[in-house]
């Protein structure tokens, strides 16, 4: 598979509008792990492929318990500048809750290793809104994850999606439903006690010190192009999309024959327009009326003017010249909020 991939990488080689990367992101799966000499493999062919921004972010997703020091050192050695460690929770009892692998002393360790292995740029996810009786779980986590000194940290809703276990218990009503009221509160009680501390919240689920954004998701909330390679992968060049193929048994037919295996889709005019306003409203930069209008060849200021309009009375935006940015109590509406910009299908 490893090999494949290089392959396709090689294959892809002129699918980006411009030749240097600015980015790269090992993700999707368990990229972690990766050996030494799988890592170097990729690394190495992306760097004989494109040329590598000298100051270029580049990101390994991974799980506590894939994470020692010897394994953190050898990223290093390889290139790794960034860690997006998938924690959740440094609560025990909510770990089991998730079902994760990985305990509570892995949770912290694992940051500790990174840093002390010279990988300084570090981000963690955690998950809100897990049912307690309180919110001192998620006050404690939060305390842990300011203790360690962690420069971006990443937080999400727990969600519960009908074809997973959660789905499964909610319908035989072994768990509750997800208490709206609670996850709000939650939500407020991060936003707050990060911004006293110096995080910035630049994406509705992102926040960071020191400017410290992730430079490669920021790319796809501003609709910048990007290559991407692996089974299930998705690419994007500013007016198409490429999605590859999700079977791994096609996937290393397709490549031992040289074929690229990916399927081609034209993003309508409201696909790109939509696309621009469900991520970039997210986030600290908003979108810009004008990009709108480019994307919807001029269809969007007339079409949402009376819903912008109505959305400002309501304190859910506000419009600054050109741009389109979400209020405090917008944000815990935004997608609903671009929903209702979204501009409408041609039949």
Not at 90 to 104: C, D, G
Not at 211 to 238: D, E, I, M, T
């Amino acid at each position: 598979m490893v090999a494949a991939i290089a392959k396709e990488i090689v294959l892809r080689k002129d699918y980006l509008p411009a030749r240097q990367l600015e980015t790269i992101y090992f993700g999707g799966g368990t990229p972690s792990m990766l050996d030494t000499h799988e890592l170097n493999l990729l690394l190495n062919t992306i760097k004989d492929t494109f040329e590598v921004s000298e100051h270029a972010e580049i990101t390994l997703e991974a799980n506590p318990d894939d994470l020692d020091g010897h394994k953190l050192r050898q990223l290093a050695q390889s290139g790794i500048n960034r860690l997006s460690i998938g924690i959740q929770s440094f609560h025990q009892p909510h770990l089991s809750f998730l079902n994760r692998v990985h305990n509570a002393v892995e949770a912290e360790n694992c940051v500790k290793l990174a840093q002390q292995a010279g990988i300084t740029n570090i981000s963690i996810d955690l998950i809100y809104a897990i049912p307690a009786d309180d919110h001192s779980i998620l006050k404690s986590d939060i305390d842990k994850a300011l203790q360690l000194g962690v420069s971006h940290i990443s937080a999400y809703c727990l969600t519960i999606e009908p074809q997973t276990a959660f789905g499964s218990w909610l319908k035989k009503k072994k768990i509750q439903p997800i208490d709206e009221e609670f996850a709000a509160q939650q939500f407020e009680i991060l936003i707050d006690a990060l911004a006293q501390k110096g995080y910035e919240q630049y994406e509705i689920s992102n926040f960071a010190r020191d400017h410290q954004y992730s430079k490669h998701n920021s790319s796809y909330w501003q609709q910048r192009p990007y290559l991407g390679v692996g089974p299930s992968a998705h690419s994007y060049n500013g007016e198409s999309r490429e999605s590859n193929i999700a079977n791994n048994a096609k996937y290393l037919s397709a490549l031992d024959k040289n074929e690229i295996p990916a399927t081609y889709e034209k993003l309508s005019i409201a696909n790109r327009t939509n696309e621009y306003l469900l991520t970039g409203l997210r986030t600290k930069w908003g979108v810009k009326v004008s990009e709108l209008d480019r994307l919807s060849d001029g269809h969007f200021a007339t079409q949402s003017k009376n819903t912008l309009d109505a959305l400002v009375k309501k304190d859910w935006i506000l419009l600054k010249e050109d741009t389109i940015l979400l209020t405090a109590a917008g944000k815990l509406f935004a997608d609903r909020i671009a929903s209702e910009l979204f501009l409408e299908e041609d039949d």
